[in-house]
């Protein structure tokens, strides 16, 4: 995935940039998830109601982010700055590391193009318990996280942060 203009439409060019991330989610036709972006942190948010737990978690405009704290880190796990370039079908975040490039590969995921090298992710899940596997893991809670991929993974860690987040 390799998204330099040249190879883009004349369209989507003129649409470069206009989705801020930060009051307009990144999202696809039919799709549930929002991704939000403060700062070089992303959020995602499941724009969908738990009416049996809307007394205790509120409602899904005030409910706390599915996926928070995302950071693009390098291979030691330090994170990295980020400048987004956005389009209406996919995210380019630039590092000093290279470009991390992300579309929705259907309406439940996503796609990351890493960039070569050792680099990696980090982020906090409202889930309840997980488990990591030799090719990513899986996390569960009132909605279920599953993450995978082709490289070979270095480090990969599920350490629990309270009672409801992973």
């Not at 259907?106 to 318990?129: H, K």
């Not at 996280?145 to 860690?157: G, P």
């Amino acid at each position: 995935m390799n998204y330099s203009e040249e190879h883009l439409s004349s369209y989507l060019t003129l649409l470069k940039d206009r989705i801020n991330l930060e009051r307009i989610p990144f999202s696809d036709r039919g799709s549930r998830l929002l991704l939000f972006k403060h700062d070089s942190e992303l959020s995602l948010r499941l724009a969908e109601r738990w009416f049996k737990l809307e007394n205790r978690l509120g409602s899904y405009r005030q409910r706390e982010p599915i996926i928070k704290d995302w950071r693009w880190t390098d291979g030691a796990g330090r994170p990295l700055d980020v400048h987004l370039t956005s389009y209406p079908h996919a995210l380019r975040f630039e590092t000093d590391r290279g470009p991390f490039e992300l579309a929705f590969l259907d309406a439940e995921s996503l796609y990351i193009a890493l960039p070569p090298g050792e680099v990696g992710l980090s982020f906090t899940a409202f889930a309840g318990r997980g488990r990591a596997d030799r090719r990513g893991g899986e996390l569960r809670g009132v909605r279920n996280i599953a993450y995978t991929t082709n490289a070979r993974i270095l480090s990969n860690e599920i350490r629990p942060i309270g009672s409801e987040h992973l």
